[in-house]
C-alpha cells in the first residue's frame, strides 16, 4: 500500500510559479512510477506528468511541456511538481498518483492522493 498526501497548491497570477509536492507512505515508494494528474471543473481527469521509478525518465503532456517540471527524491519518499509561467487554464484540482509503470493514462496508477487546488488568476 501507498499513502499519497499532496500540498502546495494555492492561488497565483497568470505567469506565475507553484511547487506542487506529495508525501508518500510506505516502504515500496522507490519501486513506483509517480505521476501527476489534473482536474478542472466539467473536465475528465488528465495526465500532466509521469517519471519513472528506476532511470528518473519522465514525460509530459504537450500543454504543460517545457513549463512544468517533475521530479523525485527517494530518501524523501516525495514527488514534485514545479510549475512555472502558469496560465488561467491550468487552474484545477492537481492528484499526484503512485503505478507501476509511467503511464499517461489513469488506470495505470493504483493509489491516488486527495488532490490540491491550484488557481491561476488572469
Known amino acids: 500500500q501507498v499513502q499519497l498526501v499532496e500540498s502546495g497548491g494555492g492561488l497565483v497570477q497568470a505567469g506565475g510559479s507553484l511547487r506542487l509536492s506529495c508525501a508518500a507512505s510506505?516502504?515500496?515508494?522507490?519501486?513506483?512510477?509517480m505521476g501527476w494528474f489534473r482536474q478542472a471543473p466539467g473536465k475528465e481527469r488528465e495526465f500532466v506528468a509521469t517519471?519513472?521509478?528506476?532511470?528518473?525518465?519522465?514525460y509530459y503532456a504537450d500543454s504543460v511541456k517545457d513549463r512544468f517540471t517533475i521530479s523525485r527524491d527517494n530518501a524523501k519518499i516525495t514527488v514534485y511538481l514545479q510549475m512555472n509561467s502558469l496560465k488561467p487554464e491550468d487552474t484545477a484540482v492537481y492528484y499526484c498518483?503512485?503505478?507501476?509503470?509511467?503511464?499517461?493514462?489513469?488506470?495505470?496508477?493504483?493509489?491516488w492522493g486527495q488532490g490540491t487546488q491550484v488557481t491561476v488568476s488572469s
Open positions: 510506505g516502504r515500496t515508494f522507490s519501486s513506483y512510477a
Open positions: 517519471i519513472s521509478w528506476n532511470d528518473g525518465s519522465t
Open positions: 498518483a503512485a503505478g507501476r509503470v509511467a503511464g499517461i493514462y489513469r488506470d495505470e496508477y493504483n493509489f
